[in-house]
């Protein structure tokens, strides 16, 4: 299963790893489309794949480190 999302990062998780250990310890693979990182922000708009359990695992992971994930429906390259 894909989803498309967009991510946004708060300042304190800049510069930390976690789409990466999301991406390890729920066995989803990222496809990275477009990102944008400032001193206070990132952003990042991307497709995941993996099974649909460790999707929602995955995502609710994010949240819970205060990551906003926001689903994206359409042509995310624009």
């Not at 496809?31 to 995941?48: C, D, H, K, Q």
């Amino acid at each position: 299963m894909k989803v498309r999302v967009k991510l946004t990062f708060p300042q304190h998780l800049i510069k930390e790893p976690v789409l990466f250990t999301m991406a390890k310890k729920y066995d989803v693979m990222p496809n990275i489309r477009r990102a944008r990182v400032t001193e206070t922000v990132g952003e990042m708009v991307l497709e995941l794949e993996g099974e649909e359990d460790n999707l929602n695992k995955g995502l609710q992971s994010l949240r819970d480190q205060g990551v906003i994930v926001e689903y994206v429906e359409g042509d995310i390259i624009e």
